[in-house]
């Protein structure tokens, strides 16, 4: 069961348009390259640069970043990124839902060897139970649930919906 349904994909259209115009407003004169961790970050990067190109009129980069969860330390992040498509670029790194942190925190580990203009970060739901010091600038809901409780991000074509259980 996917639990029980709190952004169905009307609502989840709508902060990822309202973040991707907020990502425009704040970068308009740099080069943004959206970045998205692993699976629903990388599906969430994609929706959200269709909606950058309709803010901003220009196509927008958007790559892949795989972390190896279990293990962070002892394997090397993966990315087609070069330092020289990241070389002044703003870095938006892209999540669907943030928990503890741990994962923006390795990818923006990796990212600080490049020489970057600026990491930025954003996700679609931000749980609020860090446990490292990530904070996300760009935050589609702010959902409080407690430990036990499993945010799911269902992704289908071009659209999303997000549950709680």
């Known amino acids: 069961m996917k639990g029980r349904l709190i952004l169905d994909s009307r609502k989840v259209k709508q902060k990822l348009q309202r973040m991707a115009l907020q990502i425009h407003e704040r970068n308009h004169d740099q080069r943004i390259i959206l970045v998205g961790i692993q699976r629903g970050g990388f599906q969430m990067a994609g929706m959200l640069a269709s909606f950058l190109e309709d803010f901003s009129g220009q ?21 087609d990124l070069t330092a020289e498509m990241l070389k002044n ?6 999540d669907d839902v943030q928990n503890s942190g741990r994962t923006m925190m390795y990818a923006i580990k990796y990212f600080l060897q490049f020489d ?38 269902e992704f289908s074509e071009n659209e ?3 549950y709680l259980g």
């Open 89 to 94: 670029a703003v870095v938006v790194l892209v």
């Open 160 to 162: 999303a919906e997000v």
């Open 116 to 153: 970057v203009q600026s990491i930025q970060t954003c996700v679609l739901v931000d749980r609020g139970h860090n446990l490292f010091p990530v904070h996300s600038d760009f935050v589609g809901l702010s959902l409080s649930t407690t430990l036990q409780e499993h945010v799911t991000v």
């Open 59 to 79: 196509p927008n980069a958007f790559h892949a970043i795989a972390i190896n969860k279990p293990n962070p330390l002892h394997t090397e992040p993966q990315t």
